[in-house]
């Protein structure tokens, strides 16, 4: 199993709306190549942080890949691919950018390098240091 991450802004698609469609969701929209070779490297049952943007700069909850790389349904383009994804749980509390960037445990981490990517992959030491602070079990 691999892990990533997800990273929306809240006011456009955010927990809560994940939450809310209670099935898979198509993570479309993504115009960045790196994001979607990462999307295309997906198997079925991968697991991802819900990453809320912006103002919040947070991961706020779990996700699971529910459906594998596939046409992105929001363009005619046939550059543009996604996944489906689906929530699997919240955070009992949320872990900002700052709590990332202060863990030494996590300096080599993507999103403390490059936190302009919108999906990205995490290690498995990363993911376990992060759903520790989160308040969840790995």
Not at 28 to 54: C, I, P, T, W
Not at 72 to 77: P, Q, R
Request: charged share 30%.
């Amino acid at each position: 199993m691999a892990y990533w991450l997800f990273k929306s802004e809240p006011e456009t698609w955010g927990w809560d709306d994940q939450v809310k469609k209670s099935g898979p969701e198509e993570w479309g929209g993504v115009r960045n190549y790196q994001a979607r070779n990462n999307m295309r490297e997906m198997k079925k049952g991968d697991l991802g942080f819900f990453y809320h943007s912006v103002k919040e700069k947070a991961v706020v909850g779990i996700v699971r890949v529910a459906n594998e790389i596939h046409h992105d349904s929001t363009t005619d383009d046939p550059r543009w691919e996604c996944v489906d994804i689906e929530a699997v749980k919240p955070f009992k509390r949320a872990v900002t950018l700052d709590e990332i960037k202060a863990a030494p445990e996590l300096e080599s981490m993507v999103l403390v390098n490059n936190s302009r990517l919108s999906v990205q992959p995490v290690s498995e030491a990363e993911w376990a240091f992060i759903c520790k602070l989160g308040g969840v079990e790995a």
